[in-house]
C-alpha cells in the first residue's frame, strides 16, 4: 500500500501513496468547530472508517529514535532561539515524521478511510502559530516545507470545519475541558482563532496548489457536524464497500 520514502529509517514504510490504499483525510478548523463530534460519528456510522491514530510508542521506537537523532540540530537551533519552545516543537515535528508509518500500518487492515483528528496540519498549523516556521528559513522552517510537501502527497481528503466567531467563542466557554483562551476576553478569543484561520488558510492553498487534496468545508453554525457525517462519508468511502 505504501512504499519507502526518502530519509525513512530502514524497515518503515512511508510517504508514497498507492491508488489502492485507503482514503487519507484529516479533520481541521479552529477551536470549537466541531471536530470532536465528527471524528466521534464518523466513526460510529462505518465500519471501515478507522476514526483517529495515535502513535504506539513501543512499537514505534526504532523509527521515534531514529528521528529525534535526525532532529538534534533543529532542536539545538530551537533551543537557541527560545528554550522553552524546544520540546513542542520537537514533539511536533516527530509525530510529523512518524505518522506516515503509523498511517502505513494501520492501511494494511484495508479500511475505506483513515480519518486523523490532530494530525499532520493541525501540528504545521501549531508550529506557524506559535514559532513562525512557516516564516523563517531556519532548519526549523526548511523541516515545515518538507513536511507539508510530504503530506500534501499523502493527504487525500481534508474536512476544513469553521463557524462564526462568536459561535466559537460560546462554544469554547461552555465546553467542559481547557482551552488557553477560555477565560479570554471576546476579542483576545477572536484574535486567537485569527491567527489559526490564516495559518490553516496558507497551508490550505499550498495542498490545492499540489492538486491532490480534496477540500470539503463544513460551516457547523449552519450544518452541526453530526448532520453534515453523510456528506463526509460519501467523500470518504467513495469506490469502497
Known amino acids: 500500500m505504501f512504499v519507502i ?3 525513512a529509517p530502514p524497515g518503515e514504510r512511508v510517504a508514497v501513496k498507492n491508488p489502492a490504499a485507503p482514503v487519507i483525510a484529516e479533520l481541521v478548523g ?10 466521534r460519528r464518523l466513526g460510529q456510522r462505518h465500519t471501515g472508517i478507522r476514526a483517529g491514530l495515535s502513535i504506539d510508542r513501543a512499537r514505534f521506537l526504532p523509527a521515534l529514535t531514529w528521528y529525534a537523532l535526525a532532529l538534534v540540530p533543529t532542536g539545538l537551533e530551537v533551543l537557541r532561539d527560545d528554550w522553552r519552545s524546544t520540546w513542542p516543537v520537537m514533539l511536533h515535528l516527530l509525530r510529523l515524521r512518524t505518522l506516515p508509518a503509523v498511517v502505513a500500518r494501520e492501511a494494511r487492515t484495508s479500511p475505506a478511510a483513515i ?3 490532530e494530525g499532520p496540519l493541525f501540528s504545521l498549523a501549531r508550529l506557524s502559530v506559535f514559532n513562525r516556521a512557516r516564516e523563517n528559513r531556519t532548519r526549523l522552517g526548511h523541516a515545515w516545507e518538507d513536511q507539508l510537501g510530504r503530506w500534501s502527497k499523502l493527504l487525500d ?3 476544513w470545519l469553521d463557524a462564526p466567531d462568536a459561535v466559537l467563542a460560546q462554544r ?3 465546553r467542559l475541558k481547557p482551552h488557553r483562551v477560555k477565560d479570554d476576553s471576546d476579542e483576545a478569543i477572536y484574535e486567537f482563532l485569527g491567527q489559526y484561520r490564516r495559518a490553516y488558510g496558507d497551508i490550505r492553498a499550498r495542498l490545492v496548489s499540489a492538486g491532490h487534496t480534496r477540500i470539503i468545508d463544513v460551516d457547523t453554525s449552519v450544518m452541526p457536524a453530526e448532520q453534515s457525517v453523510p ?3 460519501a467523500a470518504l468511502t467513495s469506490g469502497h464497500g
Open 157 to 159: 481528503v481534508v474536512v
Open 5 to 7: 520514502g526518502a530519509g
Open 115 to 117: 480519518v486523523l483528528d
Open 231 to 233: 456528506m463526509v462519508l
Open 172 to 174: 469554547i466557554r461552555k
Open 30 to 39: 479552529p477551536a470549537g468547530a466541531g471536530k470532536s463530534a465528527m471524528l
